[in-house]
């Protein structure tokens, strides 16, 4: 049976598409049959995401996919087409985002997936680095005096199926006598309706997507100061784009756009400084990086797209902490002093040199 699918053309309230630079070289001609050449003859990327998790993938009032994850899909999009509005937003659940995947159904998936030893062996998958640094979390309504995880014995503890999550709270509660019945949804919103209805004495997920829920938790059921996270950390959760394991030049590419995005964090380039440091590059890095000449010659990073792909990415979409910054931030979960943070400033946030 076929997955049923959304898509939505690619909008988001990142810094608008410029035209292309024009100085650098043009993209190369993909391998044929290679992903990227199937993506340029299509004319554009298709992205499995999350479209009920503010922050991070959800659908915005008038219609358009917005969020960290939806920001890195358009990254992706600006570095293939210079453009980065050339993308079609998969709706994907958290059961039918890998098989969505592995049939060809989308090109990439974007969607708060972490990066696990099993699903790397199993799924005839290749993760690409991490986008995300996460831990799981369990949320309870304050007025019901949970303050430890010991305190949740007897309790209805909700999950989303297909996720890490249920192995989770299985090795944590292990031995520790703490009782628990599980109750398990496919979607974030039915999970939502169960927990306000009162089936569920607590919410288990990643930390970042229960931050989000909170967020946005409804004012008919008491608003977001209704909701405590409790501090205990469960697991860790690198969240990662995930793609085939068959085209390691599409997963190179991946990866570099996520890295380059990092670089330009690290080095000062952002949406609003890259033209100006184009033209005048302060270091040979700057310089390679937004594909300009160092000592007439322009480095080719080698992954088929042009070499001045990350100045279109920094242009349209930005840096990491201008992401971060626009979607992340405002639920409360600041970048700095967490595994997000640059290595910089004692995170795990981390670029490999682009030479």
């Known amino acids: 049976m076929s997955l049923a699918l959304l898509l939505a053309a690619c909008s988001s309230d990142g810094p608008a598409a410029a035209p292309s630079t024009g100085g650098a070289s043009a993209a190369p001609v993909a391998t044929e049959g290679s992903t990227l050449a199937i993506v340029r003859q299509r004319g554009v990327l298709r992205v499995g995401v999350n479209d009920q998790l503010p922050g991070f993938g959800y659908i915005r009032p ?132 169960a927990f306000i209805a009162g089936r569920c004495d607590a919410w288990t997920s990643d930390k970042s997507q229960l931050a989000a829920r909170r967020a946005a938790f409804p004012v008919r059921a008491g608003g977001p100061q209704s909701l405590v996270i409790l501090p205990d950390t469960l697991s860790k959760e690198p969240l990662a784009p995930l793609v085939r394991d068959d085209d390691p030049a599409w997963a190179d590419l991946v990866n570099w756009v996520v890295l380059g995005m990092l670089a330009a964090d690290e080095l000062g380039v952002t949406s609003t400084n890259v033209e100006q440091m184009a033209e005048s590059p302060p270091s040979q890095e700057v310089a390679r990086l937004l594909g300009v000449p160092v000592q007439g010659t322009v480095f080719n990073p080698g992954l088929g797209v042009a070499t001045d792909f990350m100045r279109a990415v920094i242009r349209q979409v930005g840096n990491y902490d201008e992401v971060y910054q626009r979607n992340v931030a405002p639920l409360g979960i600041p970048r700095a002093g967490t595994l997000n943070a640059s290595w910089l400033d004692g995170g795990l946030m981390y670029a490999p040199p682009y030479r």
């Open 62 to 193: 008038d219609g358009a996919f917005a969020g960290f994850d939806i920001d890195f899909g358009r990254a992706l999009g600006a570095a293939i087409f210079g453009d980065a509005t050339k993308v079609q937003f998969v709706s994907v659940s958290a059961s039918s985002r890998f098989g969505a995947l592995s049939a060809g159904e989308i090109d990439v998936l974007i969607r708060n997936t972490t990066w696990s030893l099993s699903r790397d062996s199993s799924l005839r998958l290749t993760f690409a680095v991490p986008t995300f640094y996460d831990g799981q979390g369990v949320m309870v309504r304050a007025s019901d005096g949970i303050n430890s995880l010991d305190d949740l014995d007897g309790a209805v503890v909700c999950a989303l199926t297909g996720t890490t999550t249920q192995l989770n709270q299985e090795d944590r509660f292990a031995g520790t006598g703490v009782r628990y019945q599980p109750l398990v949804f496919d979607r974030n919103e039915t999970l939502q309706e």
